[in-house]
């Protein structure tokens, strides 16, 4: 008759970076983790947006405003495309405006509706950060293999998903 071996894995980071010793289950623990490396992430993310004057949500929505240049969106396609929900969205526009970073037209067909577009000097800002943005990324990319990469993606999405 052959031994089993039970294996018991607890993640030894996530219990010295919340000084928690047991979890309630393995749900848990993987939740906690994920939150944790999120928090992780998004920390270098603020970082590097903060030293270019501007918010992660700032920077999410020039970059939405970028991926439909010369066009734009009116805000409503804009907060849909959000990777963090903002629950102002017009007010993160109002502080891009106000920088010059994006610019507002009524649209001609509905005049309700304002459609945002980036501006020359919002497209120099994102460029000006894509190497930053390239480097979070490569940090990333050294911590996590290009198959554990995609098995976190196909995991996440099964977590967000909503059909």
């Avoid at 992430?41 to 970059?63: F, P």
């Avoid at 409503?76 to 007010?91: F, G, L, S, W, Y």
């Amino acid at each position: 008759m052959g031994c089993v071996i039970k294996l018991n894995y607890m993640s030894e980071g996530l219990q010295r970076r919340i000084k928690q010793m047991r979890f309630e289950s393995p749900a848990q623990e993987a939740m906690l983790n994920l939150l944790v490396a999120a928090s992780h992430m998004r920390d270098k993310v603020d970082k590097l947006c903060a030293e270019h004057n501007i918010t992660h949500g700032q920077y999410n929505v020039l970059r939405i405003l970028r991926g439909g240049h010369p066009d734009g969106y009116p805000r409503c396609e804009i907060a849909k495309r959000m990777i963090e929900r903002a629950p102002d969205v017009t007010r993160l526009i109002d502080r891009l405006e106000q920088q010059g970073l994006v610019e507002r037209d009524r649209s001609t067909e509905d005049r309700r509706l304002s459609i945002s577009r980036i501006t020359p000097r919002g497209l120099e800002l994102l460029e000006s950060m894509t190497s930053g943005i390239e480097d979070i990324y490569h940090y990333f990319a050294q911590r996590v293999s290009l198959r554990d990469s995609r098995e976190l993606s196909r995991i996440c999405e099964g977590i967000y998903d909503e059909e």
